[in-house]
């Protein structure tokens, strides 16, 4: 059995993205701008970490899968590969995590 993944989504997101919105709820999020994409997923955020501490685990999945969901169409809108992530999390990967939170330029 092939197990669907985040490279699977983020395909799907991509095939979406080039339907027509009157099809396409991804298509009709890309087209109202990266501004309202990144809303939207900072609202699944939101009910993602409600769900966390207050749901039940069933509502806590469906809740995750929507904020990959959007953060997948997020990273589309500023044309940005689930590769490139995965490249960046390879190389933090071989530090611990405080070695690597430490090395990061200070905002």
Do not use: W
Not at 9 to 21: C, D, F, G, T, Y
Not at 34 to 51: D, H, I
């Amino acid at each position: 059995m092939n197990k669907f993944t985040l490279a699977d989504l983020e395909q799907r997101v991509s095939e979406r993205a080039n339907a027509s919105a009157e099809e396409s709820y991804t298509r009709k999020l890309l087209d109202r701008g990266v501004a309202q994409c990144a809303k939207k997923l900072g609202e699944e955020a939101v009910e993602t970490v409600l769900a966390a501490v207050s749901e039940d685990r069933d509502h806590m999945i469906g809740e995750a899968a929507d904020l990959l969901y959007h953060l997948l169409v997020v990273l589309k809108a500023r044309d940005i590969s689930l590769a490139e992530v995965e490249a960046l999390l390879e190389t933090r990967a071989k530090k611990s995590g405080l070695e690597e939170k430490a090395a990061r330029p200070k905002e």
